[in-house]
């Protein structure tokens, strides 16, 4: 789990700087603290950069800066995720019945695991736990598909 968190990052050859005299660490844990919703209105740029490239640079100078890094990540998670998929559907072909595709106790240990793991990529918990329930989910209902409608077919061309 810690492998794949640490790969985005990496991926990304940014590193978020966390500043623990930054007010905003406390929104990287579960659960998030309760505080008001803010009325300021910003000039912007506001703030200091929280992203440092390797070479000493900080991100980011535009908005339409940020964005452009964002598409190339979510192109990189598209892929990531892509790979992930072929490794569920792999799985798929260890598993006797439909019911032992859905097993909640793995789940959650996949889900826990990347909330554990979190903070020590500096993303946060409620990030990582949003997504990891989607990915898994998903993954369940992926799985169930593949399951449902190769095993039939595999038992047929097993008789001939």
């Not at 623990?20 to 300021?40: G, H, Q, R, V």
């Not at 929280?50 to 598209?78: K, P, W, Y």
């Not at 859905?102 to 979190?118: T, W």
Request: glycine share 4%; net charge negative; aromatic share 6%.
């Amino acid at each position: 789990m810690l492998g794949f968190l640490v790969a985005l990052q990496i991926i990304g050859l940014v590193v978020a700087s966390p500043r623990t005299s930054d007010p905003s660490e406390k929104c990287y844990f579960n659960p998030l603290p309760s505080i008001p919703s803010s009325t300021a209105n910003r000039s912007v740029p506001w703030g200091e950069p929280t992203i440092h490239f390797a070479n000493g640079t900080t991100c980011c100078s535009s908005l339409d800066e940020i964005r452009v890094q964002l598409d190339t990540i979510d192109a990189q998670l598209l892929q990531l995720l892509s790979t992930r998929a072929s490794y569920v559907r792999e799985a798929t072909r260890f598993k006797a019945t439909v019911a032992d595709v859905n097993v909640p106790s793995r789940n959650e240990q996949v889900i826990q695991g990347a909330v554990d793991d979190a903070p020590s990529v500096h993303l946060p918990q409620i990030v990582a736990k949003s997504v990891y329930e989607g990915i898994i989910n998903s993954s369940v209902i992926f799985e169930e598909c593949i399951f449902n409608t190769y095993a039939g077919n595999h038992l047929n061309t097993q008789r001939v």
